[in-house]
């Protein structure tokens, strides 16, 4: 039979903090206002969700059904009909479980979703806003009763690896369900919808014949595996899955390579909240998320610091994103939490080892954070490197160092490669210490391949500075750190990949650190999305062949003096600005020009290169010399000027 699959998303009572009943549709979460405003007194504990529905059509005698949840955060108790049937501890992945027995004609169905403070589901400690609630879709599945696995860690029962092998590739494609008796036929469907090879067994082994490749966004081609159960003909049970074929590597002196060719990666870091949405996004935001991070020019993303959509990870494979992903052991190693690490990376492995876009697996993130128990964490982490290995060994393992953690520290060597989150420049002064640190690092570990998993800098779009520096939250100082960034990565070209942290602002409930309460304002776009701030084109002059012009520093436009400097951005050859009609100044452009503006009392800006414009007003003030202020207040002990 066909699987029967239907979303359980419509007309949920919510009992929420306050004690009342509400009606919500999923997907949704009761930490999008209070998990966004600081203060870190968001709500943590158990809510409750319910709902009833009616049983799909099926044969009690040779199908089943079950319930699919494909994110509650962080753990989940289900009860039907008034049974207990299910718990799950892990907010980030998909689980499912068989309700066949205790399905009945009308049924209803109870969530409980606890996201309180405990010492053994990840993540507890981490910068960033732990939103309650059911936030992905709720399905009802029926299939055969003999069928592929859907009790494996979330999986489809299917595990697909091509692997190339010279000019051809070997596919192979495993699979197991409960009825070993059973056929299985496997077909491989090119982009086009056309069968190009067949197999059988539950180890088919398929060569696909000069293959197309998967070859990131240049031509992300991806092919289907059908794999079909069958018996006597009758096809008991299907599985569809899309995979890509390609190969890649790291040079430890030239970087990262996809099949067979120098490919830097060019990354941003992502994570999945929206403004007064908190995680409980829809197919629209993701969308929306990803077109701006195509925008940009990356080709790679890191999705920190947890298992994301299915449908995110199914669009990068569509759209080439060469992806990290990772579990959330992060911050702070817990003795009682070690079957919850492994749990976690088997469901992340399990549920998309098929993605042709995934290259790496995230063991952990800055958890020598608040460690103390290094012994342990060690050895967690040496289990978590060999299961995945076990579990995988076509791709690289990796993990993100914390910042203070030294180039020496043991868990820095675990791992295939590795990544430092540093701000150098931000945090600590002297920019100039990021190529120093990667300099000594190379030298030191010139086998080792690094690369620097997170780096960035707080940037407000409504913050300004003529003299923009480090510390000042302001949009220009922000421009101005992630130049000298995109030119120190060009200055090591073995480093394999490089990931701004973060390409859009996101909630950290805890954070009081200038700026807006509550959030983490280091993204190259708003948290709402609606701007995209200066750092956002300066990456798209680095990265992007979109051509493009862009004027920096057009928000902040009242300027003082007799002149002032205008920065340009760009990936054409040549630009020219001009200034109410009037050429200022014409150069060839290396990504940034910086031209000296004359101004008049009203400036209207032109910067032109090759066919795209750019513009923008600046307006000439004046304002008191805070050297002079200060001499003042010495003098007379208060101040004239306000």
């Excluded at 009342?20 to 999923?26: A, E, G, Q, Y």
């Excluded at 805890?510 to 300066?538: C, I, W």
């Excluded at 002032?564 to 200034?579: A, F, G, R």
Aim: aromatic fraction near 12%; include cysteine; charged fraction near 25%.
């Amino acid at each position: 039979m066909k699987r029967y699959e239907s979303l359980l998303n419509r007309d949920w009572q919510f009992a929420g903090p306050d004690g009342k009943d509400i009606t919500v549709r999923l997907p949704h979460t009761w930490n999008n206002i209070d998990g966004q405003d600081g203060g870190n007194d968001y709500y943590r504990g158990t809510c409750s969700y319910s709902t009833t529905f009616e049983a799909p059509a099926f044969d009690p005698e040779s199908e089943c059904v079950y319930l699919e949840f494909d994110g509650v955060n962080a753990t989940a108790d289900i009860t039907l009909n008034g049974n207990a049937c299910c718990h799950h501890d892990g907010g980030y992945s998909t689980f499912r479980v068989d309700v066949t027995s205790l399905i009945q004609t009308e049924n209803s169905l109870t969530v409980a979703v606890d996201n309180s403070v405990n010492d053994h589901v990840y993540p507890q400690k981490a910068d960033f806003t732990f939103y309650g609630g059911i936030y992905r879709d709720v399905k009802i599945l029926a299939v055969n009763r003999k069928h592929f696995d859907l009790d494996y860690y979330g999986s489809q029962g299917v595990k697909i690896t091509p692997l190339v092998d010279g000019e051809d590739a070997k596919v192979t494609v495993e699979s197991w369900s409960n009825a070993p008796e059973a056929e299985t036929r496997v077909t491989i469907l090119d982009a086009g919808g056309r069968a190009v090879a067949e197999g059988e067994g539950s180890n088919a082994v398929i060569v696909l014949h000069k293959p197309h490749r998967w070859d990131g966004m240049r031509d992300p081609y991806l092919y289907t595996a059908v794999v079909q159960l069958k018996e006597e003909g009758k096809v008991l049970d299907e599985v569809r899955q899309r995979f890509g074929v390609r190969s890649f590597h790291v040079d430890k002196d030239k970087g990262f390579f996809l099949n067979g060719r120098s490919y830097p990666l060019h990354g941003i870091s992502r994570h999945q909240d929206r403004k007064q949405l908190g995680n409980a996004l829809t197919k629209k935001e993701h969308d929306e998320d990803l077109k701006l991070i195509r925008e940009i020019g990356a080709n790679s993303i890191r999705l920190a610091h947890y298992q994301h959509s299915q449908y995110f990870y199914d669009r990068c494979d569509e759209m080439g994103f060469v992806v990290w992903a990772e579990i959330p052991y992060i911050s702070e190693h817990m003795p009682g939490g070690r079957e919850n690490t492994v749990s976690q990376m088997k469901e992340l492995i399990s549920q998309n080892y098929h993605h042709a876009c995934i290259v790496c697996w995230g063991v952990s993130n800055e958890i020598t954070i608040s460690t103390k128990d290094k012994k342990d964490m060690l050895d967690n982490h040496h289990l978590l490197n060999d299961l995945c290995h076990k579990m995988d060994p076509t791709r690289l393992t990796t993990l993100a160092c914390y910042a203070m953690c030294g180039p020496f520290n043991k868990s820095a060597h675990i791992t295939d490669i590795v990544g430092w989150n540093l701000y150098l420049g931000w945090y600590v002064p002297g920019l100039f210490l990021n190529d120093l640190w990667i300099n000594f690092f190379h030298l030191v570990y010139p086998k080792r391949s690094l690369c620097f998993s997170e780096y960035g800098c707080e940037g407000m779009p409504n913050l300004h500075s003529e003299h923009p520096r480090r510390g000042d939250h302001t949009e220009e100082y922000q421009a101005k750190y992630h130049e000298f960034m995109l030119r120190c990565f060009e200055r090591h070209p073995y480093m394999w990949a490089n990931y701004v942290w973060n390409m859009f602002d996101f909630a950290a409930d805890a954070r009081d650190q200038g700026g807006e309460p509550g959030m983490n304002h280091k993204g190259l776009v708003t948290f709402d999305r609606k701007v995209k701030k200066d750092s956002f084109y300066l990456y798209k002059a680095f990265w992007s062949r979109e051509p493009f012009v862009h004027i920096a520093g057009k928000r902040m436009a009242e300027r003082t003096g007799e002149s002032t400097k205008v920065t340009v951005y760009t990936n054409q050859p040549y630009v020219k600005l001009y200034n109410n009609g009037k050429l200022v100044g014409q150069a060839n452009a290396d990504r940034t020009v910086v031209f000296t503006v004359p101004l008049e009392e009203t400036n209207k800006i032109e910067a032109v290169a090759g066919k795209q414009r750019d513009s923008g007003v600046l307006r000439k003030v004046a304002v008191p010399n805070p050297d002079y202020k200060l001499k003042k207040n010495k003098k007379r002990k208060k101040s004239n000027w306000v």
